[in-house]
């Protein structure tokens, strides 16, 4: 009976003891790709940098005047929320937080009386919003983890083009922002009509000596503005899904940390209960051997030896 | 500086920095046609065509990169190219290329107006180019 116990609890503990081996080798995993989806990050920036300041140079030259990409519609019918989390579970509230932002979004738009439409990329994202009956208009699945620039442009294809047809009037990003190993947030940003960041402070300085040095353009302004801008989305886009993939890699790492860990608390706990159960079964057992000891001893004539253990185990067995 | 001026010549893509170093001249062709930059230049944008971008250093010898389309920001003696793709000689993979220019010609033969087989020759006759001047290069 206590021999059971004891039988099932070492089975408990095994398989406590594999599960924790399959989360420290995500744990790991994680941890070694948030350092080369950080470098991703960071590799991305000049680019990025440096097509915002050609951007804003093209706009002081007084290109773009009417670029649809440039101008907020006067009404807005209906937005795009380009939603980005991950394909995979096990990341901890990192989808959760997303989609949680998303639903605000959604209710905010919904109030003010527009329609919506949403872009999802990441397969928990799709399929938790599909089930809970959101307008999708699209779903992007299988690169969350290492997007590459072919995945931006595909993303951010498929809003442009509703946008210049006038589908959408504002199309705004969903993403988690990777601050650092230890903070990511989840951030709404608008993406089109482009409001084109300032430029960052070292592209200023550069530019600090002649204050606003007259262009030379070739072709014209506006034709390169119109090349450049739908470049600019797509860098947009992929800062987001490089921004995406090292905070879910992050998430991950943490949550699968903490699954380490507790397996470990977990184990502790069951072995001390298994070694319990063990004494205690122990314990019984001599307790019986004693008991029938003493009993043998006290009327050794009256009943013959062989007739009295014969039942009193048979007995003890049932 | 100011008495040897050289260009800090910077090739950026969307995934990374290709290429870093400084030149006494680029020459790269926007869609009007080659122009080349020297130290001192006026303010510059333009968007570049599917062709070869060089980078002549000071020591005489010259890099080239391939680029398929992108643009490029000269001001205060940088030269910045942005492109969704670029190659170093030493990237391109020969074989693919001669490979893309067979079917691209094939394309070609059965219709003549097609600009995606149009595009793709470009884009594999450039990336040959480049390539054969690597070689060359690399011989001399």
Known sequence: ?318 | MADNPTLQVQVVSPEEILYEGTAEMVVCRTSDGDIAFLPGHMPFLGALGIAKVRVLLPDEDEHVIAVHGGFVEVSNDRVLVLSDVAELPPEIDIPRAEAARQRARAALDLSEHDEEATEALARAELRLEVAGVAESSAAS
């Open chain 1, 1 to 318: 009976m206590a021999g059971g116990q004891e039988r099932i609890l070492r089975r408990r503990i095994s398989s406590v003891q594999s599960t924790k081996k399959i989360t420290r080798a995500m744990e790991l995993i994680a941890a070694s790709r948030i350092v080369r989806a950080q470098a991703r990050v960071r590799a991305a920036m000049p680019y990025a940098e440096t097509i915002t300041e050609v951007v804003h140079d093209l706009s002081d030259a007084g290109a773009g005047a009417n670029n649809p990409l440039l101008n907020p519609r006067p009404e807005i019918r209906k937005v795009a929320l380009v939603v980005i989390a991950a394909d995979r579970g096990l990341c901890g509230g990192y989808n959760a937080f997303v989609q949680r932002a998303a639903e605000a979004s959604v209710r905010e738009h919904t109030r003010l009386g527009r329609q919506y439409g949403i872009v999802a990329v990441g397969r928990k994202v799709e399929s938790y919003l599909r089930f809970r009956d959101y307008t999708i208009d699209a779903a992007f699945t299988g690169f969350s983890e290492q997007p590459s620039y072919e995945d931006a442009r595909a993303v951010a294809g498929r809003v442009l083009g509703p946008f210049l047809a006038e589908q959408y009037d504002l199309v705004e990003v969903i993403y988690t922002r990777f601050v650092s190993a230890g903070t990511q947030e989840v951030v709404v940003r608008p993406l089109i009509p482009i409001e084109p960041d300032p430029p960052a402070p070292s592209a200023e300085g550069s530019h600090g000596d002649d204050v606003s040095p007259a262009y030379d353009f070739e072709p014209s302004p506006d034709a390169i503005l119109e090349r450049l801008l739908p470049r600019y989305v797509e860098a947009r886009v992929f800062a987001g899904l490089l921004n995406a993939a090292a905070s879910e890699h992050a998430a991950r790492q943490r949550a699968m940390k903490a699954a380490t860990d507790n397996a470990d608390d977990l184990i502790v706990s069951l072995t001390r209960v298994m070694n319990r159960a063990r004494q205690d079964s122990i314990t019984t057992e001599i307790m019986e051997i004693v008991s029938g000891a003493e009993a043998l001893r006290q009327n050794p004539v009256e009943q013959e030896p062989d007739r009295f253990l014969v039942p009193a185990d048979s007995q003890e067995l049932a």
